[in-house]
Every structure is written in structure tokens, then in C-alpha cells.
């Protein structure tokens, strides 16, 4: 499984940004990445689950950091899932990290599968 992150970079305290993660070398009905999201580390500090999504259902799961902030959707003919980030916080600032699992996140989450990350810095 292969997970390439897009998007990510520098913007002000309240605005916006969108990652996108495309994934490959799965089969369609692949138990184990049943589930696409995020985790998110930042120096210092614990890995946290941000969200994720269930490729079979579309349900969503979010930390509660950043539950009517962030938004998370997928295009299941795409294998890409998107994560709309609005109202940013200099709090957000971490590495992003996309992940496939074949179970929702955690607060610590160590998913199967992860891409490379994508710097993600919130000034304030």
C-alpha cells in the first residue's frame, strides 16, 4: 500500500488549508485499509489521531482538537481522501501524516500504512 500525501504549508492563525492523500497498490475490498485519515505529530509532543473515514460506510471519526474545524471526505473512485482544515490554530502546527488501518483511530494511533507527512505551520 502506498499512501502520497498533497497540500499542507504556512498560513495565519484562522485560515485555511486542504491535504489530500491518494492511495494505491490495494485491492478494492482490502479489509486492511478499510479506514483512511490523519495523525498528526508535532515535536514534543504525543502522536494524536486528527480523522479518518470509513471507505465502506463514510462514517467519520475526529478528535475532539478538531471537531467542527476540520473536515474529512473521500472519493472512493479516486482511492483520495481530503481533509478540509478551517479556523487553524498555532496548536494545529504538526506534521501530518496519512494513514489506512483496517480499524477507526485512536488518540495514539499506529495505523498499518502511513505516507510521508506533510508539514503543516499555523502562525499566530
Known amino acids: 500500500v502506498r499512501l502520497v500525501e498533497s497540500g499542507g504549508g504556512l498560513v495565519p492563525a484562522g485560515g485555511s488549508l486542504r491535504l489530500s492523500c491518494t492511495a494505491s497498490?490495494?485491492?478494492?475490498?482490502?479489509?486492511?485499509?478499510?479506514?483512511i485519515g490523519w495523525f498528526r505529530q508535532a515535536p514534543g509532543k504525543q502522536r494524536e489521531g486528527v480523522s479518518c473515514?470509513?471507505?465502506?460506510?463514510?462514517?467519520?471519526y475526529y478528535a475532539d482538537s478538531v471537531k467542527g474545524r476540520f473536515t474529512i471526505s473521500s472519493d472512493n473512485a479516486k482511492n483520495t481522501a481530503y481533509l478540509e482544515m478551517n479556523s487553524l490554530k498555532p496548536e494545529d502546527t504538526a506534521v501530518y501524516y496519512c494513514?489506512?488501518?483496517?480499524?477507526?483511530?485512536?488518540?495514539?494511533?499506529?495505523?498499518?500504512?502511513w505516507g510521508q507527512g506533510a508539514q503543516v505551520t499555523v502562525s499566530s
Open positions: 494513514a489506512a488501518d483496517n480499524k477507526p483511530m485512536v488518540t495514539d494511533w499506529y495505523p498499518l500504512h
Open positions: 497498490g490495494f485491492a478494492a475490498d482490502d479489509y486492511y485499509i478499510g479506514y
Open positions: 473515514i470509513s471507505r465502506r460506510d463514510g462514517s467519520t
